[in-house]
């Protein structure tokens, strides 16, 4: 449609999904949630972390606020296993929902005349990381779309629409 109408567009990527189709954290949480009950998640949730999920009846907004906060209180590989033992628990009752571009469709885009940029690796909250944190995941984001396009991308996107004073 973009093409019909002669608009361009930019398409900007995370680099995680780009290199092997893994969903970022946040998208795979929404993923579970779903698929799969929300009694169920909570049951599941609570025994992966049983300080920071309550049991009993609980709406899927609550349950969301709940994700959100222990989210925001761990760190990447902590997220990472809560996420990894979620799916480990629910083995198949949570079924892949959603898609992402993958390298050969980011390649075509680029090749039609779309800009392709970065939008992280990890698509992390940003403004909460160190600044060799932040430097990593962007430098990894860039190596994955200099292997997938052959140049570095121009753009970045700030996932979540944050900022940081960076000094790196």
């Not at 925001?72 to 809560?82: C, I, K, L, V």
Request: hydrophobic letters at 35%; proline letters at 3%; glycine letters at 8%.
């Amino acid at each position: 449609m973009l093409e019909e109408l002669d608009l361009k567009a930019t398409f900007f990527v995370i680099g995680r999904t780009a290199e092997s189709g893994e969903l970022p954290w946040l998208h795979a949480i929404h993923e579970i949630l779903d698929t799969v009950s929300t009694a169920r998640c909570a049951s599941v949730f609570q025994k992966a972390a049983p300080r920071s999920f309550t049991v009993g009846s609980i709406t899927k907004n609550e349950l969301c606020q709940q994700v959100r906060r222990y989210f925001d209180e761990h760190d990447r590989r902590t997220r990472r296993r809560f996420i990894d033992n979620i799916r480990a628990e629910l083995g198949g009752e949570a079924r892949r929902a959603y898609r992402f571009l993958e390298a050969a469709h980011i390649r075509e885009l680029h090749e039609r005349g779309f800009e392709i940029g970065c939008h992280s690796m990890e698509h992390d909250y940003m403004s909460r990381l160190s600044d060799a944190e932040l430097l990593a995941d962007v430098r990894q984001c860039k190596e994955v779309l200099v292997g997938v396009l052959g140049r570095p991308p121009s753009t970045f996107c700030y996932p979540f629409g944050g900022k940081n004073s960076f000094d790196g």
